[in-house]
Nanobody, 120 residues
Framework: VQLQASGGGLVPTGGSLRLSCVVSGRSLSRSAVAWFRQAPGKEREFVAASGLSTVYADSANGRFTISRDNAKNMVYLHMSSLKPEDTAVYYC?????????????????WGQGTQVTVSS
């Protein structure tokens, strides 16, 4: 399974970005997918996931939206009202189950990440 994330960049506070992730080697229709992020000096943290349910971290709830196109094997993360504390490398990931979980260790494959920087 391979994942390729893209769409990151530099945006001002309050701006928006849409991250994309293309998945190859596994059908999304039988998988839960998620976005995590990692800021410098911090551990990787859960952002959002989609499977049998859709779950968001408290920090993302109301500002971020995860979506997926199973036919195209694509996963998206639309982010709005961005804050400097959202600055991080964002990773997409997938697991061999449709059950959504927040633990990064429960996900099997990871993309290389895309940098999101929010200027103050």
């Amino acid at each position: 399974v391979q994942l390729q994330a893209s769409g990151g960049g530099l945006v001002p506070t309050g701006g928006s970005l849409r991250l994309s992730c293309v998945v190859s080697g596994r059908s999304l229709s039988r998988s839960a997918v998620a976005w995590f992020r990692q800021a410098p000096g911090k551990e990787r943290e859960f952002v959002a996931a989609s499977g049998l349910s859709t779950v968001y971290a408290d920090s993302a709830n109301g500002r971020f939206t995860i979506s997926r196109d199973n036919a195209k094997n694509m996963v998206y993360l639309h982010m709005s009202s961005l804050k400097p504390e959202d600055t991080a490398v964002y990773y997409c990931t997938i697991r061999d189950s449709q059950v959504v979980v927040r633990l990064s260790s429960m996900y099997a494959a990871w993309g290389q990440g895309t940098q999101v920087t929010v200027s103050s």
